[in-house]
Nanobody
Framework: QVPLVESGGGSVQTGGSLRLSCEASTDIGTHLCMGWFRQAPGKEREGVAA????????YYADSVKGRFAISRDNTRNTVYLQMHSLSPEDTATYYC?????????????????WGQGIQVTVSS
């Protein structure tokens, strides 16, 4: 098990920024692919960003490219999602996810571990 705990969600106005954090209660080291998914009411869950280890190991959904940035601090066992230029379309429950692999290969990877989810609400 890899318990994941998200933090940093909340409510902002259009154009605002938020930074989500996901802390794993285990050493994520270089052996976990980690990412963020989101699910809006009435919609399917979708991958937002994913990060493995090594160069070029970052993936973004087209809808967030240029606005969101995923990063990881292996020394803190934490993954971040910095979100800028938020719009109401970004309103959703955001989930941190991980799988036991150094590589994600794709954005919508088959996650094994999930956080409890955190709400992000963007008002117009």
């Amino acid at each position: 098990q890899v318990p994941l705990v998200e933090s940093g969600g909340g409510s902002v106005q259009t154009g605002g920024s938020l930074r989500l954090s996901c802390e794993a209660s285990t050493d994520i080291g270089t052996h976990l692919c980690m990412g963020w998914f989101r699910q809006a009411p009435g919609k399917e869950r979708e991958g937002v960003a994913a990060i493995g280890n090594g160069l070029g190991a970052i993936y973004y959904a087209d809808s967030v490219k240029g606005r969101f940035a995923i990063s990881r601090d292996n020394t803190r066992n934490t993954v971040y999602l910095q979100m800028h230029s938020l719009s109401p379309e970004d309103t959703a429950t955001y989930y941190c996810a991980a799988k036991s692999s150094s590589y994600c290969y794709i954005l919508n990877f088959r996650a094994v571990y999930w956080g409890q989810g955190i709400q992000v609400t963007v008002s117009s």
